[in-house]
């Protein structure tokens, strides 16, 4: 005896008959079966000997399913309204009954012979035995669905037509009986149910809609309320795909929508793109971006149209400034900044920031900051571009807050990224900026600093270097003095009682004007100069310092007139004034004698101090009774004062020429309401020559960089023809500058004259590389 | 019984009152125990992740069952016992109870009457055994014993628990052999999955029960299974001798002669009579088995002859027939199917030989020809540069094949074949001269039709001096391209024709 396991009779259709009644209760909802007992049951057959009865068993499984679902068959078709809610009720049922059947009831009939059966069977033979639960779907598939399949599907159409109209819908029908095509689907490779039957129909009812609703409402509201409705209705859309499509078919409803609602009306919106910026309706442009963005290819239009605009708008912007060829920096910049800063609001605004619409922006801007009519063949932009950075960071009658100049900066810095020549940029900047440095003019270091890291970050270390330099230099110098008056201190050495500070400046890195004239330097002075002479070369052997003279400043106290004034002077003048500590009047030629001023410069001068009455012309005769009485008198004209030592590179044509036989005397009649007078010089002013001059300097640069880059590729490549030579020195050259080809062809020239290059023999238009 | 009753009744009250009174309980578990002493219960109430005869807090599920003697009782009367009768309880946990088992987890999940309910009633195992499952799912660890070995295989096949049945059968490989023939004979078939289990087991250790003293206690079932296995390592005519031991053990051939001279009554001789014809059915059934071939002549001769009323006269004139033949005499294709001409493998051959038989087939192209086929098992086996087959005879001759599986100097990128003619020294050479034709094939064992067949060699001499010849038969890449089907298994068959072999006067 086997624990109570022992051999039994098998009486097959009594206990079918058990199995039958419990199975008939899951298939109709009944939650009062003992599945213990019935897989008992079926755990009984499926192991009687010596015969097992697990095909009867399944035959009459089979059997049974098909009686049942004919049951519900006509249960459905007896239903005279409402199909879908009953044929859903009652597929649920069945669906879940054959689920517990499958996993639980069957389990072991499944696991013991049905797989077994389905793997002996030979390869490629349809099988002729399934799973419980696929065999029941199978059955409620060609027995119940294909029966009433057309009938259904109508329901759900209609439901999903009504949802669509706004009205109350069971919403779970419909999402119902799509999960229930695809369950159907599961037993088939084919898988047309759902394909076929479901979404195929789902898909062109939605394009009749949405079809005959477009063209509907774009006729009655007009283009600018359909974008709203369409980006409303493809949201709706997209919240019904969820409920009602599986997820597979998402994306082929995307597409169909946006072929609708959008393809088919693209050229009406991609038309109406250029009034919205005209009138500048931000919401609409936005949702037509948001409309267009949506399928492919439909911006590109729009991108054109946007270009174009920007172009317009700026060209037309830069045609209102006045005096075309002398414009004012300011309202220049300024006004392309507007520009920019107008449709770059608009692209934040309107475009979603689009990568595409930066890129479009950016374009226009190069077109209108490089190829307007005040820049028509001119590198007008980076010239006014630097001479209004020089407004922005020198001290004047402005005085920003200094956040609001980095964010001006910093606009500038972005406009720059659109200059062409961005050398012209360099050469002026880099100018502008000495004359800050030496002149002590500039708002802040720190700004400065602001300025040289946003330039660096625009265009490279190589195109600041030299700046970067040019603040070296004063952090040394201010270090220098420091030390030298240690030097002197602790060497008992004395250079007067004047205060005296040097920058020393490295060669190479500054913008400077040659000196123009030779100079002697002053007695008082001479003592100074050589005491730093004699320092540096102890402290720095092997370096030469190169004085600069025309860039000096001196502050001279006077004593001549009824009060004390303080003279602000260049060096020149202060060279010319110095002269009349000792003497009461002198000549001309005197004062060439002491200053060794050349003709041009002498008169310069001289004309600045008599223009700021200090000095007074008279002839001859007159001068011999001044003498004389000033002599009596024993006016003191001591040449007491601070000097200090400042570059300055303003240089000034002689505007006037005195006569040979002129005689010279202090005014002792000056006076002023001010005790401080800065002389005024016309070393301050730019001239248009020092301007002209600036732009040969770019030139002759630019041929020495052409050579240079040429003399590279030449080396690199050892041969190479015309066209191509040519076409490498501008992609070389791009990045600083836009050369053109007269230029290359002349700097190729030089350098076969200089045996660099030489031409291939007997073709003339190819290059080898000499030396 | 209806004492016993009253006790599991009143039980569940005694455990309501647990929250209340931690005295009280004690002293009631105290009584209880004296009560259920027969049954050995043991207070498990401090190991909460335990399954339990006695409830604790922790428990949320009870399982009914019978107790043995009730399912003994229920076996006699109907297939089901009542389940409000049901006398057995364990306490268990859910989540556990669902964890290691699929089935269990469907079935408190699945939403029909055992998902909502505490108890579970399961009609037909004792509740002993159940317990032990439950402490299976619990540990996965399953007490198995030659006790309960058969009820625990099939509670784990009922209940799908595979690794239980996994197990019982490694139990079962453990145990020993004298057990094992209890088992055997115990087996009512209840089970035909366990029964096989057991044939296998035996099998596996086939000369222990094949031997001469235990041979008897067999199953005709299990006889006949172990005599269709290769793998005995017992000599054939040992094999013999325990086969005719079962047989006289087991039928009345062998006591028939002397039945036959005892007068005996009509309906007697009418019952003996299809008793003996059924035994004649076993017996000849049995000896087809018996592979006779593999027997000494002189073992057929003193050994089996003496019984040879009782052996089919097909299987003894198949005997002598193969044992007369000449060894050199390849073998027939059609004797390959006859498994009696095989010899039973040695069971302790690890390393592979590759294969040296050459077999003779009718060639289908040509009527005259005489041909073989030499299947080289094993192939990759080879280890040495030239293969060699074994020696076999036609035309007269002594003939050998050689192969060279990875090329060699003449054909360096070819698997290269040869003819070798065996000489005998003491004969003189012109009696060696052979003027032959013969060509050799490679079996395609994929695709019968795409079976390279290379040219034929007219009018080649063999002689003292020049005994081998042959040439490169296919590339060694072809060769060894396993989707082209010239090795298949490991095997690679190479066949010879041999379309003439006229001897030449010298």
Known sequence: ??????????????????????????????????????????????????????????????????????????????????????????????????????????????????????????????????????????????????????????????????????????????????????????????????????????????????????????????????????????????????????????????????????????????????????DEKLDEIYNMYKLLSRIEGGLAPVLETVQKYIQHVGIDAIKSIPDRNNPDPKIYVETLLKIYLQFSSIIKKSFNNDVSFITVLDLACHKIFNQNHITRNTTKSPELLAKYCDMLLKKGNKQHEEIELEEKLGQIIVLFKYVDDKDVFQKFYSKMLSRRLINGTSVSDDIEKFMITGLKQACGFEYTSK????????????????????????????????????????????????QTSSFIVPQELTLCISAFQQYYSTQHQGRKLNWLHHLCKAEAKSFFAKKSYDFQVTNFQLGILLIFNTQESVSLEEITKFTNLNENELSRTLQSLIEAKILISKKKDQNSINNNNNNNNNNNNNGEGNNSLVDSANNMQPSSSSSSTQEYTVNSAYSNK??????????????????????????????????????????????????????????????????????????IEQLIEKEYITRAEGESDRYLYAA | MEQKMDFLNVKPIELELQGLSIATVKNNEQWDLDGFNQYKFVDESEYEDQPSFQK?????????????????????????????????????????????????????????????????????????????????????????????????????????????????????????????????????????????????????????????????????????????????????????????????????????????????????????????????????????????????????????????????????????????????????????????????????????????DVISFQCPDHKKCYSVSWPIHNFSAIKSQKHVSNCFEMYGLTWKMWAYPAGEAKHSDSFSVYLEAVRVKEKESYEFLRNTTFFFGLVNQKNKTLCRHYPSSPNVLFNYEKSVWGNGLIELKLLYDKSLGYMDNDCVTIQLHILECIALDG
């Open chain 2, 56 to 356: 604790n807090l922790s428990h949320d599920l009870t399982f009914l069952l019978p107790t043995l003697d009730q399912l003994q009782d229920g076996a006699d009367s109907s297939g089901h016992v009542d389940q409000s009768h049901l006398r057995g309880r364990i306490y268990a946990h859910k989540e556990k109870v669902a964890l290691k088992s699929e089935y269990f987890s469907l079935l408190l999940t699945n939403g029909m009457k055992e998902s909502k309910q505490q108890e579970i009633s399961i009609p037909n195992i004792s509740v002993d055994i159940f317990f032990e499952i439950l402490m299976f799912l619990y540990t996965s660890e399953l007490s198995v014993n030659q006790e309960n070995l058969t009820s625990m295989f099939l509670v784990c096949d009922q209940f799908l628990l595979e690794d239980g049945k996994q197990i019982c059968r490694d139990f079962i490989k453990t145990l020993d052999n004298l057990i094992l023939e209890r088992f055997l004979l115990e087996d009512n078939g209840l089970c035909s999955e366990l029964t096989d289990l057991y044939i296998e087991q035996v099998c596996s250790n086939s000369s222990f029960f094949l031997n001469i003293e235990r041979v008897s206690k067999l199953g005709k079932d299990v006889l006949i299974k172990v005599l269709n296995r290769d793998d005995i390592p017992m000599k054939e005519i040992d094999i013999f001798r325990s086969t005719i031991e079962w047989v006289s053990c087991n039928t009345v051939l062998l006591s028939s002669s002397s039945t036959s001279t005892t007068t005996t009554t009509t309906t007697n001789n009418s019952n003996s009579i299809l008793i003996e014809q059924q035994d004649k059915n076993l017996v000849s059934k049995v000896f087809h088995l018996i592979r006779f071939p593999s027997i000494d002549y002189e073992d057929m001769v003193s050994v089996v002859e003496p019984y040879s009323h009782l052996i089919p006269s097909n299987l003894l004139l198949e005997s002598y027939r193969f044992l007369s033949k000449p060894k050199l005499i390849p073998m027939n294709e059609n004797d390959l199917l006859n498994p009696r001409l095989t010899p039973r493998k040695k069971p302790n051959q690890t390393t592979l030989v590759p294969g040296c």
């Open chain 1, 674 to 747: 001010r005790s401080k007078v800065k002389v005024s010089s016309s070393l301050q002013k730019e001239t248009p020559l020092q301007n002209e001059e600036t732009y040969k300097g770019i030139d002759e640069d630019r041929k020495l960089y052409l050579q240079a880059s040429i003399v590279r590729i030449m080396k690199a490549r050892k041969t190479m023809n015309h066209v191509s030579l040519i076409q490498e020195v501008i992609e070389h050259s791009r990045l600083r500058f836009q050369p053109n080809i007269p230029m290359i062809k002349k700097c």
């Open chain 1, 467 to 514: 700046f970067q330099r040019m603040f070296n230099d004063i952090t040394l110098s201010a270090e220098t003095n420091e030390e030298f008056k240690n030097h002197l201190i602790k060497n008992s050495l004395s250079i007067g009682k004047i205060d005296f500070s040097i920058l020393v400046l490295t060669s190479g890195s500054w913008s400077l004007h040659s």
């Open chain 1, 1 to 278: 005896m086997m624990n109570g396991l022992g051999r039994q009779d098998i009486d097959f259709n009594t206990i079918w008959k058990n199995i039958a009644d419990q199975v008939y209760k899951i298939l109709t909802g009944s939650q009062n079966v003992s599945a213990m007992f019935l897989y008992e049951d079926v755990y009984k057959l499926c192991i009687a000997q010596p015969q097992p009865y697990c095909e009867p068993l399944y035959e009459n499984i089979k059997k049974f399913f098909e009686q049942h679902v004919d049951q519900i068959l006509l249960i459905i078709l007896d239903t005279k309204s409402d199909t879908i809610s009953e044929y859903l009720k009652q597929w649920k049922l069945f669906f879940s009954g054959c689920e517990l059947c499958n996993k639980v009831i069957f389990r072991y009939l499944n696991l013991n012979w049905i797989n077994k059966k389905i793997l002996d069977k030979k390869f490629g033979h349809p099988p002729d035995v399934y799973e419980i639960q696929i065999l029941g779907l199978m059955i409620w598939k060609e027995r119940l669905f294909f029966k009433i399949k057309d009938r259904v599907l109508k329901c759900v159409e209609i439901l999903i037509q009504k949802d669509r109209d706004g009205e109350l819908v069971q919403h779970q029908f419909i999402s119902q009986f799509m999960e229930s095509l695809i369950k159907l689907d599961s037993v088939d490779k084919d898988r047309t149910l759902y394909l076929i039957e479901y979404e195929a129909s789902y898909l062109e009812n939605t394009r009749q809609f949405y079809t005959r609703e477009s063209v509907a409402f774009i006729a009655s509201s007009g283009i600018s309320s359909y974008m709203k409705k369409a980006e409303t209705r493809i949201d709706e859309e997209e919240q019904r795909s969820q409920k009602y499509l599986n997820s597979s078919s998402h994306d082929k409803m995307r597409r169909l929508l946006h072929s609708i609602l959008i393809e088919k009306h693209k050229e009406l919106l991609q038309s109406e793109c250029i009034n919205y910026l005209k």
